[in-house]
């Protein structure tokens, strides 16, 4: 798959697979800063680069899925991990399927089957939106038993425009907690 790029890591190393937003890439803050995170805890990163896959209509959600759910099928249950935002929580399905855990950033549980598979995986599921994203749900997120991190202010890019300085303060507490997840999983291994 040309659209999925993967590092190379050493044999058994565990693999991240960013699944980026429609609009928000790998070298958008949260997931730039993720990969660099990832990196530093001796994860090898694999990303989708949605705009490389051939033919793929990233309004068609079921073909977004699908084509996410072949690059789940990659991943090791035992020791990977999918960080998805936005669009990318389309692969949530496949990767609660696999036993795959997640970090979810902003996920779109107004989709049914995002939804559904959230409350499927709890344990091995962190959801992360803001309080001020039109696409977060909080009361949602909680019902579904994942472990839920909401950012009071934060938008859909996890920030708040206009005041750098609290974005800033978001992304470091959004690190932060992804940094305590992996730290979870590596316990589990």
Do not use: C, N
Request: proline share 5%; charged share 20%.
């Amino acid at each position: 798959m040309a659209a999925v790029q993967t590092e190379r890591a050493a044999p058994g190393s565990p693999v991240a697979t960013l699944l980026p937003g429609r609009a928000y890439g790998v070298q958008a803050p949260l997931l730039y800063y993720t990969s660099m995170l990832l990196r530093s805890r001796g994860w090898a990163v694999r990303t989708v680069e949605w705009e490389k896959v051939a033919g793929l209509d990233l309004t068609d959600h079921a073909a977004v899925s699908a084509f996410a759910a072949e690059v789940v099928a990659t991943a090791d249950p035992a020791r990977d991990v999918v960080v998805g935002k936005s669009l990318g929580s389309l692969a949530l399905p496949a990767a609660a399927e696999r036993g795959v855990a997640g970090i979810w950033l902003t996920p779109l549980l107004g989709v049914e089957d995002v939804r559904r598979a959230a409350a499927r995986a709890p344990a091995s599921t962190l959801l992360i939106g803001g309080t001020s994203d039109p696409f977060w749900d909080g009361a949602a997120a909680v019902a579904t038993g994942a472990e839920v991190f909401e950012v009071s202010g934060a938008d859909h890019s996890l920030e708040r425009p206009g005041d750098l300085q609290a974005t800033l303060d978001i992304l470091a507490r959004v690190l932060s907690r992804i940094d305590a997840r992996l730290s979870e999983l590596a316990d589990r291994r």
